[in-house]
Structures are given as C-alpha cells and as structure tokens.
C-alpha cells in the first residue's frame, strides 16, 4: 500500500494501465503501486506462477485486482493479441509502460548473430510494436502516456552486456522519435533510466557485498535503491501532474552518473 509521505494521483483513478514484465521487479511494483493509485491494471509476463501469486497478494486496499495475460512479448503476433485482449476485459489504454528486459550477462567474443536478435527482441523490439499497438486508440481520445524503461547502462558505460546495452540506448532514440510522431495526438512519450536497483533477482544473482560497496561508492545518495523508488517516478510520468512533460529521459540512479 502506498505509505501516506507518499503523493496520490486523482487522476490515475480509474486509469487503464498496461505494464509488460510486470510480474517481478520493478515491473511488479509498478502494478502494485498504480493498483493502489486506484488504477485499472493490466499486466504482461511470461512468468505465470509469480504473476498470479502477485494478483492474490493485492487483496488489501485495492479496489480492482489487476488484469494478468500470459504472454511471450518476442512473439510480436501474441503481444498484439493480449493487447487487444486487456482492452477487452480492462479498457482502452490510457497509460503504456514498456518494462519487460532481460539482463543476462554475456561476452562481446561469444555473442553470435542469432544471440544478437533474441537480445533485441527480448529488450527492444516489443516496445515499438506495443506502442504501435496502442497508440491508434490513444490518438482517438487525442491523450494517453507511454512510459519507456531504459538503464544507466550504456551511459556508464556498463561491460559484459553488449547486447543488453545497445538496446537500452536504442529505447532513448526511440522515445525521441515516438515522441515527435505521437505529440500532436496529445500522446506524450517519456524514458526513465534506473541505476542499481535492488530486485529479487539482482539479489540473487549479483547483489554481493562487493557489489553493494562499488554501487554505493558510485552514487551520491549513499543508500540502496529500491523498485518503489522507480514505481513512484513511473506514477508522475504517467498522471496528467507531467501533462507538459514530453521526448525527456529521466535518470534515477541516486546521483550515479
């Protein structure tokens, strides 16, 4: 539940919301949070079991459980059924937020072609054919916002993740560009850049305390990140408080770069 120190949105009332990778991670805190906004969520997830346990965990304080559709985003065919199913059962999209990635470390010497593509399609491809999916409804009601979720990474820059890093830089220029398309419908397109941010699964795969100490060493706020830190920049993104606010990428990594 949102603690009271924190804002509330009047205008996230009622708001149909799709969230991709919302499952885990920041992805997961956002549909907690916009569910608490008094939002109407839907959400997409490979990840079944930990997508249908986060519905039933949202029981207290939430007026309508979020919306969960299975669904692989790299099959481009199926996104574009499940978005078209989530304005069925939930609404019209009044609010994107292109979240889903994978991180998995890799070597630039083994990266092969067909690895390549995957990565691409796993952390790039989807959010432009899922803008590309909802944006003719947005146009109709001439408003909607679509939040892209981008990474520190390539501004670091980050090593051991070539492929990861490339598609991360290529959601700034795609923000840029949907941006200038969208604006005149009213359809405002933003970015936003997490730093270290400690999930379930950084914990369990890199957060070592030497980990933590080069993190914290980096940032200027001397504290761990974590994904409601994210969540609540998400929120104003997406709440008509940022009706101005178009074509920018947001930073939040505690002063890191």
């Known amino acids: 539940m949102t603690p009271d120190r924190f804002a509330r949105y009047p205008s996230l009332r009622g708001k149909v919301v799709l969230i991709t990778g919302g499952g885990s991670g ?42 969960f559709l299975p669904c692989d985003l790299t099959d481009i065919s199926a996104l574009g059924s499940c978005i078209q199913n989530a304005e069925e059962s939930v609404g019209p999209i009044e609010v994107l937020v292109n979240n889903a990635a994978n991180d998995e470390r890799h070597e630039w010497e083994e990266t092969t072609p067909e690895y390549w593509d995957r990565m691409m399609a796993v952390n790039l491809r989807h959010h432009f054919f899922a ?42 220029g795609l923000t840029r560009t949907m941006a200038r398309e969208l604006g005149p419908s009213g359809i405002r397109v933003n970015c936003v850049l997490p730093g270290a941010i400690q999930t379930e699964k950084q914990r369990r795969l890199v957060w070592t305390p030497e980990y933590i100490e080069r993190i914290l060493a980096g940032q200027s706020i001397k504290r761990t990140l974590m994904p409601e830190d994210v969540a609540r920049l998400v929120l104003f993104l997406a709440a008509d408080d940022s009706s101005a606010i178009t074509n920018q990428s947001y930073v939040i990594d505690g002063g890191w770069v």
């Open 131 to 172: 803008i590309q999916a909802v944006a003719p409804g947005m146009k109709i009601r001439s408003q909607g916002s679509i939040i892209n979720m981008s990474s520190i990474a390539w501004m670091l820059p980050g090593t051991r993740l070539p492929a990861y890093i490339s598609a991360k830089a290529g959601i700034v």
């Open 26 to 67: 920041i992805g997961a805190s956002m549909v907690e949070q916009f569910a608490h906004q008094g939002a109407k969520v839907a959400f997409l997830d490979i990840a079944e079991t930990i997508s249908q346990e986060l519905v039933k965990s949202l029981t207290e304080g939430v007026e309508q459980l979020p919306f």
